[in-house]
């Protein structure tokens, strides 16, 4: 493969002090931004950002473009609002249930995409989300165009009542947390190394003895099933699950977060979110110029600036590091 | 003395970060063969390139027949008549012979009929209706030479075109090699093989680390093959 | 004629007959997503903004210039093919030297700013478009509307047309060395980049002639693109990007086994084509007509 992989734009890893006053401000912001902005508005930032780090795992590190994200996104918001709603769930069940269904769906829909690679992998995840949302739409169980709506918060634990905003606020920052966290954890990981090196030179990597489709297929359920935890946690903050979440400009939202962020980063994603949704929050009432702006965004993004937000900060950071040193 | 027909000065030249050509000088005169000679990563395929205009960062001055060529297109070079062989000879599987052989266009008067072409590569003619993927390398070497000349090129960049080939199909290259000197073309060519090169070649430029370091005559080569060995470890 | 399994022949080849002006799409839609790809790499994600286009254009110059269908079948490719032109030569170069999925991302943008725009001008609903060829003929076990067989006809001269140029003639000998080995054509003396050029706005062209023949058909929305290019990129997976003729049998055959499925399981028909690239995939993953990777 001659063309340079889509992440050589990666920079490198921040060093450990720098890592440590980045989670400081992180950890500052989350606790302070709820008497800043609207605890529903950021929920939601939290709930996309984590999305799309989730998302970051296949092209970020594997070398994989998912274009039909929304799959796992929207279909664990469907089974979690089922669960609580239908079944009586408690919340922390919910998203159980629906993480663990997306990371099955992962599964299923990794064995078949896998099997192509680079642009027919991205065509195939787009189809394969696409007969998902065709049978979102016709399953009884996810009432079509309604949506399942009205679903109870409840009580976390048996203890915590989630129903407050800014309580629940404070759950979500700690899934949020905890989501970014492990996939922080599974980036530097000998794992994480692997992948990476199956991403930089995959006929290396196979001549070294990894299998690499098995590689491959486990990114592949691990970003799923965080994406779901994201969806099902969306559903708690909205009470809401609907058809927008599993329809393929759900997947491109998510791309298009990434890139604007930066991809191959691990909080450049969770950046992307926060403008693009505070974007199309303020911009609302632009309606459908929105969609144009962001495709605008797009175009940009990919034309020109390629690595993204946090992507250029770092590179600008490295610039001025080697210009100090040399 | 006959005119130069290609004037290479100061030729740098760079594949993304890497700096391959430190600054190339030599001259072809019409008619002439001229050889290239070094070891693998001299800088050598990547002069021809520059040449062609294929290789997109380069500086310097490539004046070909009197027309400064540093910062035009490929495609234009080859319209003024500079035509490449590239080592890899590039025949096109999804083509037959025929099709493979007529697919340039005819840019220039000048150049060889399909007749003139058969009674040079007669073992071409044999295989008129094959496909390119079932030529040997010898015969896909013969094709990617006799490709060029039918379009009038009057410079013509040969790569490697002995490599991977039995001494009895070297032979028939010499000898189309021979032919198409006696026809008036120039041909630069590059060659690890110095013994070919000898054979055939006027004279003889030796590139080290992407600049010209020496020139020699055929007679040199003969009276240096040791050192020559040593030095291209051929 | 007989029934076949309790369905009245009318209903059977009726809808065959739609399935056919779907493949129609389907074909045309795919050819010139394979032609693109071929020579650029570059999956073309607003292929189905850029049919959509052609629709509106029609739609406009019908509406506002009073230009009537069969000079839009010519003007309207034209000018869609156009902005192609100016797309891959300001946008699509530049991405050339890298990661082809760069193209994919880019186009799918433009995808987005054409839907947007068109959207926030015209809204989500269809506008219909008048039917140039009202009318039909009566074959005995259907019903043939003189616009659907049309459509069929058209579509298959244009396919077939397209497949000879491309691998009959020296243009397309060209092109198709130049997909193999850009350099070599190059120095033959072959401008390949406005080559390039020239075929991406050809494929654009192709699209929107195809949104053209689809205005009268289907109502002209902004959506019509985004729906139909999912399917689109299925039947690529499917027929393998390596065939022009590949793509052609792939989107016709395709159309044909939807609409039989609407007759026999009416509930998995926009799903059907899906299957079957799962189950292509399972079993031959490079396509039906693909050449590997």
């Not at chain 1, 799309?52 to 609002?81: D, E, R, T, V």
């Not at chain 1, 739409?137 to 407050?164: H, K, M, Y």
């Not at chain 2, 340039?104 to 009674?119: F, H, N, Y």
């Not at chain 2, 055929?218 to 009276?223: R, T, V």
Request: charged share 15%; aromatic share 10%.
């Amino acid at each position: 493969m001659s063309a340079p992989t889509m992440s050589t734009s990666m920079t490198p890893a921040l060093s450990a002090p720098a890592k440590l006053a980045v989670a400081a401000v992180v950890a500052a912001l989350l606790v302070a931004a709820p008497f800043g902005f609207y605890p529903v508005l950021l929920m939601k930032v939290m709930c996309f950002a984590l999305f799309a780090c989730a998302f970051n795992l296949l092209p970020g590190y594997a070398g994989l473009l998912s274009f039909g994200h929304a799959m796992f996104f929207g279909g664990a918001s469907y089974i979690c609002a089922h669960t609580i709603k239908e079944m009586g769930f408690p919340p922390e069940a919910g998203i159980l249930a629906g993480t663990a269904f997306a990371a099955a769906l992962g599964l299923v829909a990794g064995a078949l995409a896998i099997r192509r690679q680079g642009i027919y992998f991205a065509m195939v995840t787009l189809a394969l989300a696409q007969m998902f949302y065709f049978f979102c739409l016709q399953a009884p169980f996810t009432n079509g165009e309604d949506g399942i709506q009205g679903v109870e918060r409840g009580t976390l634990l048996g203890l915590v009542d989630l129903s407050d905003d800014l309580t629940l606020y404070y759950v979500v920052a700690v899934i949020f947390v905890a989501g970014v966290a492990l996939i922080h954890r599974i980036v530097h990981s000998p794992f994480g190394q692997v992948l990476r090196a199956i991403r930089e030179n995959e006929p290396r990597a196979i001549s070294l003895g990894y299998s690499v489709n098995r590689y491959k297929l486990v990114a592949f359920v691990l970003s799923a099933a965080l994406a779901g935890l994201a969806g099902s946690t969306k559903v708690l903050v909205f009470q809401l699950a609907s058809l927008t979440d599993v329809y393929w400009t759900m997947s491109g939202e998510v791309v298009l977060m990434t890139i604007v962020g930066g991809m191959g980063t691990i909080l450049g994603p969770a950046v992307g979110a926060a403008v693009i949704v505070m974007m199309q929050n303020y911009l609302a009432s632009f309606g459908e110029w929105v969609l144009v702006i962001q495709g605008c965004i797009f175009v940009l993004v990919v034309s020109v600036f390629r690595r993204g937000i946090v992507g250029e900060i770092k590179a600008a950071a490295e610039r001025r590091r080697a210009r100090r040193e040399g | 003395m006959p005119e130069t027909l290609l004037k290479v000065s100061d030729l740098h030249g760079w594949y993304g970060e890497s700096h391959i050509l430190h600054g190339m000088n030599f001259e072809v005169r019409k008619g002439e063969l001229v050889t290239l000679l070094g070891r693998n990563g001299a800088g050598k395929t990547t002069t021809l390139k520059a040449i062609m205009g294929l290789l997109r960062q380069r500086k310097g001055s490539v004046a070909f027949d009197g027309t400064e060529t540093i910062s035009m297109a490929p495609h234009r070079i080859a319209r003024l008549g500079v035509a490449l062989c590239p080592e890899e000879r590039g025949i096109f599987s999804a083509l037959t012979v025929r099709e493979n052989l007529h697919l340039p266009p005819v840019l220039r008067e000048g150049g060889m009929t399909d007749a003139e072409i058969d009674r040079l590569f007669p073992r071409l003619r044999e295989r008129w209706g094959n496909s390119g993927a079932k030529l040997s390398g010898g015969e896909q070497q013969m094709l990617a030479i006799a490709r060029i000349l039918r379009t009038g090129a009057t410079l013509v960049l040969l790569d490697e075109p002995t490599e991977g080939l039995a001494p009895v199909i070297v032979q028939q290259i010499r000898d189309a090699l021979l032919e198409l000197k006696r026809r008036g073309l120039t041909v630069l060519l590059v060659e690890q093989n110095f013994r070919f090169a000898s054979t055939v070649a006027d004279r003889h430029y030796v590139v080290e680390h992407g600049q010209v370091v020496d020139q020699m005559t055929s007679d040199e080569i003969a009276a240096n093959t040791e050192r020559l060995e040593a030095f291209l470890g051929v | 004629m007989m029934e076949l399994i309790g369905i009245p022949p009318q209903a059977l080849f009726g809808q065959l007959m739609l399935g056919l002006i779907n493949g129609s799409f389907y074909a045309m839609l795919s050819l010139g997503l394979a032609v693109i790809f071929g020579l650029l790499n570059v999956i073309n994600f607003a292929h189905g903004a850029q049919y959509m286009l052609g629709a509106f254009a029609a739609w406009m110059l019908l509406n506002y210039l009073g230009i009537p269908y069969w000079g839009a079948l010519v003007i309207a490719p034209i000018l869609v093919a156009a902005t192609g032109l100016v797309i891959e030569r300001v946008f699509l170069r530049r991405l050339h030297d890298l990661d082809h999925l760069y193209g994919l991302l880019l186009t799918f943008g433009l995808a987005l700013i054409f839907e947007g725009v068109m959207r926030s001008q015209y809204g989500s609903a269809g506008m219909p478009y008048g039917n140039p060829l009202p009318g039909g003929v009566n074959l005995g076990f259907m019903y043939l509307p003189w616009y659907r067989g049309w459509i069929i006809a058209a579509s298959l001269v244009i396919c077939l047309a397209t497949w000879f140029v491309i691998e009959r003639t020296k243009l397309g000998a060209y092109l198709r060395a130049a997909t193999e080995r850009p350099e070599i054509v190059q120095s033959f003396g072959i401008d390949v980049p406005r080559m390039i050029t020239l075929t991406y706005a050809f494929g654009v062209g192709l699209a929107a002639l195809a949104g053209v023949l689809a205005a009268p058909a289907y109502q002209v929305s902004p959506n019509m693109g985004s729906n139909l290019i999912i399917v689109v990129f299925a039947v690529v997976v499917i027929g393998g990007m390596g065939s022009i003729m590949g793509a052609i049998v792939t989107g016709f055959g395709l159309g044909v086994i939807e609409g039989l499925t609407k007759v026999f399981y009416p509930e998995a028909s926009n799903t059907v084509i899906f299957v079957i690239m799962a189950l292509v995939l399972m079993v031959r993953p490079a396509g039906l007509f693909g050449t590997a990777k």
